[in-house]
């Protein structure tokens, strides 16, 4: 613009003037007080931030080198010889078996370190390059930050440190959580070198299929220890780890296909490999072996022996016990599931697979099988609301509808859902929906417990025949079933007290002649019938399975005796109801488990000292720390000389009295044989100088053994000792005999020493109870016909001509229940199966 000089002086006054001066000022001080609150401004967002970072930081987790390893590790089970695997035990969140970074092959670290991290072995604990190019690149995005920028030591904390991440709600707790992460892998850079941070990361990952870190991977999709992967199977691994479900090989595998390949590229890139060994590994048809492992992995599902559901069940007792670690049932549960135990058992594998497969051959048992039923129904209603129903719904319907008086016993599977189907047609409603489980069990059933009776440490264990189905269910052999052992109380509680603390001996005789309860003058039967024998010596008592000469037995010695020996042979399911005259025939309130009667016998195998049953010997913790040392637990129940007597006598019983079917090839063996009346359980507690093993046989719903089937389990038994003496190459022994032990003859009739026309037999005694005194000498009665001799083959029990009145069963009780001070009315007299007309010397008992 042009001006003449005139304007130009104008203008220049008009500058100049004092308004335009103040003007002036006004605009520069304002500015100033602009600057000055920009700056006021970021000094105040400095140091607030400052303050902001302090507090986040001082709110940080403490941190220690232990705390970032991963929590929760699957628990071992070992064998007997301290190295097998039988077991693994793990609970969601667990399924982790930890290697040490010297245990897993360089490439499957590489492999990682190339995917997720390729800058670990040079940074500090955080990647500025890295969180750098994420902003850029969500910038590039329209601010969508997608991009990753955590380190391997980052993940790490954030697994273990922060494992509620994934319930962040807002924008704001995931920074606070971010700038924690990395204030703390700053700190755990500074404490921990670059292997153990490795070797943590890889044992906490989350790889898909129920796996956490890379061994229990590597078992999942390869069958193989870690340290046995290629350079394919490591790539593969490592590529599942930025998403577990779409990565997954197994349900996504050109998914992970694609990820692999950009491992193997970033770990040639990155020179962890050469060019020959990236194109190999590329090659590799990787996912048909895995499709085919996963396979067997279907087709075997899991389920745990009944074995190491018994050990799973002791060990969480002793963790909760006061006398043991003192747990709360949560943490012992913790421990177990997933505190990565070593736990050291018992079980001897030979020895389970013998039990197993017999008492899995169907050969072995009644032809006639038939089915139980157990089950369990939900039913959900068209409004939401929900009917649980179970096996007693079914049983009640039977009974009701068609008179079953068993209700959960079959013919075949069809009859069985048929009934299923029956019942659910009587309660559906419109719109309902059914979630229900079925188990059916081949019946008649049966348990066996094998024991050294040494140390207690239970070999073998089967709760039951045919496949087990379910995961801690009913375990016959442990604790899940109480059962009548019948006659083999007569051992425990009448005569092991008799011999050991009343001053009696096998020697001394009894009458056999009509005799009644002296509490409710019921009559006591035989279990052949009615007919008596007359003086008979406690031996011949013991051998022929003699119930009143066992009932006056335990009359004189008192109730009480035999009540605190069988609570000193370790039986727990006594009740002071017990206290009644039939104990001595097993008559009890609840019955027994067979691994405390197994244990009990295995006391008198040992010489008389009681070992508590065990099924693990130690367990480690994760560490390898000894937590629980699980032997030694041991009391004297009996002399070492009554131990030896019971086992003489107890030799009869099975070279010629009711248990012959269980003699043994080329071993002696002792035992007691058990049956309750009606035949609804049978028992047989035998040992040899090595093993003591029990066997019961009998339905689950109580239901009478047919004729003809009273030999079966002592024939079964027969064939388990065998072949363990045959597997383990015993070879033969003899019962040890205390040298204190002596010998007399004495007269049968009176017990005392024999004189001249005496009828004599040699007799063992312990030193304080051998008789002194000669027999007077007594008229002979005219003798009675001979029985007749054990035929070659055993017939098979018959009906008596007279048998016992309505004999009643002491696992199923009359509706009305009976007075515990007295015995059930008709008592469990007749505990043997009955004697045929002609019987053979090996009728059993």
Known sequence: MNYGKRKASTQQKKITSKANMRKKKIGVRLFKGFLLCILLFCVVGVVGGVLIMKKVIDEAPEITPESIKPQGYTSTVFADDGVTETEHFTSAGANRVYKTIDEIPIDLQHAFVAIEDSRFYTHKGIDPKGILRAFWVGLSNGGHFTEGASTITQQLIKNNIFPNFVNEEDFSEKIVRKLQEQYLALQVERELDKDSILESYMNTINLGQNTLGVQAAAQRYFNKDVSELTLSESATIAGITQSPGKYNPVTNPEENAKRRKKVLDDMLEQEFIDQAAHDEALADDVYSRIQTVNVQIQEESHITSYFNDALAEQLMEDMISPEGLGFSETQAYNYIYSGGLSIYSTQNLAMQEICDSELNDDGNFPYNVEWGLDYALTVTHADGTQQNYSSGHIKKFGSEQYGDRQGLLFGSHDAAYQRIEEFKASIAQEGDTFDEFVNLSPQPQSSVCVMDQTTGQIKALVGGRGAKTTNRGLNRAYTGSKRQAGSCFKILAVYAPALDSAGLSLANVEVDEPYRYQTTGREVHNWWGNSYRGSVTLRKGIEQSMNIIAVKVLNKISISLGYEYCEKFGLTTLTEEDKVESLALGGITHGVYNYEITAAYATIANGGVYNRPILYTKVLDHDGNLLIDNTGDSKTVL????????????????????????????????????????????????????????????????????????????????????????????????????????????????????????????????????????????YVEPEEPEEPEEPEEPIEPIEPVDPPVDPVDPVDPPVDPVDPVDPPVDPVDPVEPVEPVDPPADTTS
């Open 639 to 778: 002399k070492e000389t009554t131990a030896a007597l019971l086992t003489n006598a107890m030799i009869d019983v099975v070279t010629k009295g009711t248990a012959t079917d269980a003699r043994l090839n080329n071993m002696p063996a002792a035992g007691k044989s058990g049956t309750t009346s009606d035949n609804k359980d049978f028992w047989f507690c035998g040992y040899t100088p090595y093993y003591t093993c029990s066997i019961w046989m009998g339905y689950d719903e109580n239901k009478e053994m047919s004729d003809g089937t009273w030999n079966y389990h002592f024939k079964i038994w027969a064939k388990i000792m065998n072949r363990i003496n045959e597997t383990l190459g015993l070879s033969y022994q003899d019962f040890k005999m205390p040298n204190s032990l002596v010998q007399k003859t004495i007269c049968t009739q009176s017990g005392l020493l024999a004189t001249s026309g005496c009828p004599a037999l040699t007799e063992l005694f312990a030193a304080d109870t051998a008789p002194s005194q000669s027999c007077a000498g007594h």
